[in-house]
């Protein structure tokens, strides 16, 4: 399966207004934003759990990076609420439930295969202090891509000019980005030499903004 597989190009989802797919196991859900593969995949998607519902315990052979963005996420490890950022790089392994249901943003098999590097974050106790309306939290660095979490004051207009790609999801908030206006659930991946220029509404924006990735984006090595 490929959707939004072509990286030379604007991508834009508005996840709240699409269907739920079902997946393999009974009782998650999720809006696919970008994939490259069948169960195998390099994706990027929108995963629901129903209260009770659980996942067959599995290795991330490629990592998963996600963030919690209702209700409380839960493994053998402990307990994510909502706002917590992840990295669960590769050979990691674990069991995934949600005895209330949550909703997660996550991303698999784009780790450099020799990262190690597991942690957990809650975003919001990350981040700095406001300069010109925008406060900054760097969730992860690396040679391949940063990964931030940004809120934004009402009106605030920001720009970034990365090689590499820029991916944003919009989790709080208004935003208009090129004539479109982004709302909560709004996935927007632009590719390598864009320019992302956004301005938040009247009630300012929560956004997760990666960037730089793009340059290493391909599908899975199984």
Known sequence: MELNAD?????????????????????????????????????????????????????????EEFIVLDGVFQDEHGDYPAGTYVRNPPTTAHTPSAANGCIIFVKLWQFDLADRNQFRKNMAEELGPEVDGQRIAVLHADQRETVTYRTLAPETEITLREMGGIELLLLAGDLVEMGDQLSKGSW????SGDVLNVKAGPNGAKLWIKTGHLSFAKAPEV
């Open 7 to 63: 990286f030379t190009k604007r991508a834009l989802v508005h996840a709240e207004k699409i269907e739920w797919v079902a997946s393999p196991m009974v009782g998650v859900d999720r809006r696919m934003l970008d994939r490259i593969g069948d169960e195998v995949a390099r994706a990027t998607s929108i995963v629901r759990y129903a209260p009770g519902s659980s996942f067959s315990a599995h290795t991330h052979t490629g990592g």
């Open 188 to 191: 927007l991946r632009l590719p």
